[in-house]
């Protein structure tokens, strides 16, 4: 079964920045399309960044400019920079992908940003 370990989240202050990373097992890394989501309690999941297995991106309008994917095939790693962080970025972020037609999350990890 695929696994997805993410990492990186902490508290942080507004303006701060942080690097999320997302360590993938179990699947051949370099074919996958990857993509980082965030969710409140409560609230709705949302999708934040794709990556595809060739490495195009794409950045949601909420965080446009602010926040970068990106991943290393050698590391089968995906990660997720967030620049100039807002107390409206406070989430549990969780990577995922979808493999033969199934989707795997991880466990998420926190973000805190204090205003």
């Known amino acids: 079964q695929v696994q997805l370990v993410e990492s990186g989240g902490g508290l942080v202050p507004a303006g701060g920045s942080l690097r999320l990373s997302c360590a993938v097992s179990?699947?051949?890394?370099?074919?996958?399309?990857m993509a980082w989501y965030r969710q409140a309690p409560g609230k709705q999941r949302e999708l934040v960044a794709q990556?595809?297995?060739?490495?195009?991106?794409n950045v949601e309008d909420s965080v446009k400019g602010r926040f970068t994917i990106s991943r290393d095939n050698t590391k089968a790693t995906v990660y997720l920079q967030m620049n100039n962080l807002k107390p409206e970025d406070t989430d549990v972020y969780c990577c995922?992908?979808?493999?033969?037609?199934?989707?795997?999350w991880g466990q998420g990890t926190p973000v805190t940003v204090s205003s």
């Open positions: 995922s992908t979808r493999v033969n037609s199934r989707t795997y």
């Open positions: 179990r699947v051949i890394f370099s074919i996958v399309p």
């Open positions: 990556i595809t297995s060739d490495g195009r991106t």
